[in-house]
Nanobody, 115 residues
Framework: VQLVESGGGLVQAGGSLRLSCAAS????????LGWYRQAPGQGRELIAS?????DTYYSDSTKGRFTISRDRNTLYLQMISLKPEDTAMYFC????????????WGQGIQVTVSS
C-alpha cells in the first residue's frame, strides 16, 4: 500500500494542524495504524495509534492534544495546542499485524512550531 501524508507546515505555538495520510487501500483493512515523529538528532517515536477495534494509544507528550482517527481511505492526526517541542518530521504507518512499524510507511511531512 502507498501512503501519502499532507497537512504539515509552519504554525505558531498554540495553533492547530491536521495531518492526513491517504492510502491506496482501505484503512479498515489494516489492524494497526500509527503516527510517528522524528525530531532532528532523535529517534522515531510512536505518538498515536489506532487499532481496528477502535483502541487508541497516545504518548504522554501528545495525550489530550492530539487525536487519531480514520475514514475509509485516510488516517488523520488532529493536533491542537501545538508547542515548539512538537517540531519534527511526522510519519504515518499502517500494518495488518499488531505493530504499525511492520507494515507500510509514508514519506513523512514536516511540522514546525514557532515560539
Amino acid at each position: 500500500v502507498q501512503l501519502v501524508e499532507s497537512g504539515g507546515g509552519l504554525v505558531q505555538a498554540g495553533g492547530s494542524l491536521r495531518l492526513s495520510c491517504a492510502a491506496s487501500g482501505r484503512m479498515f483493512s489494516f489492524n494497526a495504524l500509527g503516527w510517528y515523529r522524528q525530531a532532528p538528532g532523535q529517534g522515531r517515536e510512536l505518538i498515536a495509534s489506532l487499532r481496528r477495534g477502535g483502541d487508541t494509544y497516545y504518548s504522554d507528550s501528545t495525550k489530550g492534544r492530539f487525536t487519531i482517527s480514520r475514514d475509509r481511505n485516510t488516517l488523520y492526526l488532529q493536533m491542537i495546542s501545538l508547542k515548539p517541542e512538537d517540531t519534527a518530521m511526522y510519519f504515518c504507518a499502517v500494518s495488518k499485524t499488531r505493530d504499525p512499524r511492520e507494515g507500510s510507511w509514508g514519506q513523512g511531512i514536516q511540522v514546525t512550531v514557532s515560539s
